[in-house]
């Protein structure tokens, strides 16, 4: 079992920066590929990244390349995702998960089995 708690959301000004954190319980958070996920209102939950078990693979969708980065820290049991530049579109409520599903990292919901319960990001215009 493995339980996620996410902060850093807030609301920012479109330009502005906000990191993510998410924290994990249990001592396989190494054995982990984690991910972040977003769902706008009235929208499917999407893919945001993923990182591998090591930190040393990374993948993004195309909407956020270029300007947000994920990374992890396995000592302290914490996945980042460091956004800048946030739009908009980038409005959403933003999900943390881990799989004991899979051994590569993964932009496909239905892979993860474990989820944060989700930060509010909001970026004014």
């Known amino acids: 079992q493995v339980q996620l708690v996410e902060s850093g959301g807030g609301l920012v000004q479109a330009g502005g920066s906000l990191r993510l954190s998410c924290a994990a319980s249990g001592r396989k958070f190494s054995r982990y590929p984690m991910g972040w996920f977003r769902q706008a209102p009235g929208k499917e939950r999407e893919f945001v990244a993923t990182?591998?078990?090591?930190?040393?693979?990374?993948y993004y969708a195309d909407s956020v390349k270029g300007r947000f980065t994920i990374s992890r820290d396995n000592a302290e049991n914490t996945v980042y995702l460091q956004m800048n530049s946030l739009k908009p579109d980038d409005t959403a409520v933003y999900y943390c998960a881990a799989s004991s599903l899979i051994v590569a990292p993964s932009p496909r919901v239905g892979d993860y089995d474990y989820w944060g319960q989700g930060t509010q990001v909001t970026v004014s215009s």
């Open positions: 990182i591998n078990l090591s930190g040393s693979s990374t």
